[in-house]
Nanobody, 124 residues
Framework: QGQLAQSGGGLVQPGGSLRLSCAAS????????IGWFRQAPGKEREGIAC????????YYADSVKGRFVISRDSAKDTVYLQMNNLEPEDTATYYC?????????????????WGQGSQVIVQS
């Protein structure tokens, strides 16, 4: 069973950008769908983006579509989440996770491995 390690969180002003990274160890990432989730204080964990295993099709929640971009570098076993035009409502802990299943469903129970979480704070 593999693991996912995250990096790239931090503090940013509204309208700014951040890029999160999710690196795999113990498995080959390109054979898995990778999802990004976020959880704000007092709220449920929310799926916001995912990328498929074979053809790198991407999917986004309406809340981030047009602002966030998910991508994969198979040679590095790493998936990225580029976050642009950030708003205070984007403040949350962000998690990457892997699954064999159809990722646009964003079903939490389908995901086997999770990153440790990256805190993102959007604040003036």
């Amino acid at each position: 069973q593999g693991q996912l390690a995250q990096s790239g969180g931090g503090l940013v002003q509204p309208g700014g950008s951040l890029r999160l990274s999710c690196a795999a160890s113990g498995f080959v990432m390109k054979y898995y769908h990778i999802g990004w989730f976020r959880q704000a204080p007092g709220k449920e964990r929310e799926g916001i983006a995912c990328i498929s295993d074979g053809n790198d099709m991407t999917y986004y929640a309406d809340s981030v579509k047009g602002r966030f971009v998910i991508s994969r570098d198979s040679a590095k076993d790493t998936v990225y989440l580029q976050m642009n035009n950030l708003e205070p409502e984007d403040t949350a802990t962000y998690y990457c996770a892997s699954t064999y299943y159809y990722c646009p469903e964003f079903r939490l129970d389908d995901y086997d491995s999770w990153g440790q979480g990256s805190q993102v704070i959007v604040q003036s």
